[in-house]
């Protein structure tokens, strides 16, 4: 079955800064790519996904990239603020979805 | 935009008895349904995937007599908990999708925090 991991498992930058989490995914047959935010004790909402006949898809602060052939995909975001700060977690999918193990990221105002 | 809904959001029960958790979508049909349970400060983790109409499948490990899931209609998929132990303890969350080859998003449930004394 599919497998996923995510790197790092947490993360601290400085508002203003960005961020990049990284996630490889091991089924090659996956073809869809979500990435969820989720705050304390809530539900997970998702922010951003790509497809895999797309490279990279960008709204507004948020980015995702993705390459196939090495099956890996990564979250970006530029100027970080403190609200931003949550558990992003990724996930890979074809008919059933895996998520990584999630990193943690603080925002310092 | 796709609205799932879970009940309850929180349930205290004693060890030994069983527990209920209803998972909704509002506003869409679902055709399959995923549960998954989380531990703190953890990921989470598939128990199973339910189809309307057909039986669940089970992730390794999860035990099936133990997680009972009926996905009744295209709207409603139920998980209970039976024989509950403390060691059941969890926050457990369910998604629907309407499904595709291509892949859909996931809309979760708020989720249910279980806590068995």
């Known amino acids: 079955g599919e497998n996923v991991e995510q790197h790092p498992s947490t993360l601290s930058v400085q508002e203003g800064d960005s961020a990049v989490i990284k996630c490889t995914y091991s089924?090659?047959?996956?073809?869809?790519f979500p990435w969820y935010k989720q705050e304390l004790g809530k539900r997970p909402q998702l922010i951003i996904d790509?497809?895999?006949?797309?490279g990279e898809k960008k709204d507004q602060r948020i980015a995702v990239t993705l390459n196939k052939t090495a099956k890996h995909f990564s979250l970006h975001i530029t100027e970080t603020q403190p609200e931003d700060s949550a558990v992003y977690f990724c996930a890979a999918s074809m008919n059933d979805m895996r998520f990584g193990a999630g990193t943690r990221l603080t925002v310092k105002p | 935009g796709a609205v799932v809904s879970q009940h309850p959001s929180w349930v205290i029960c004693k060890s030994g008895t069983s527990v209920k958790i209803e998972c909704r979508s509002l506003d869409f049909q679902a055709t399959t349904m995923f549960w998954y349970r989380q531990f703190p400060k953890q990921s989470l983790m598939l128990m199973a995937t339910?189809?309307?109409?057909?039986?669940?499948?089970?992730e390794q490990g999860v035990e099936k007599d133990k997680f009972l899931i009926n996905h009744a209609s295209l709207t409603l998929s139920t998980l209970t908990v039976t024989s509950a132990h403390p060691e059941d303890s969890s926050f457990y969350i369910c998604s629907a999708t309407a499904g595709n080859n291509w892949g859909s998003p996931l809309h979760f449930g708020n989720g249910t925090r279980l806590t068995v004394t």
């Open positions: 089924d090659s047959a996956s073809n869809y």
């Open positions: 790509i497809r895999s006949n797309v």
């Open positions: 339910s189809n309307e109409g057909s039986k669940a499948t089970y």
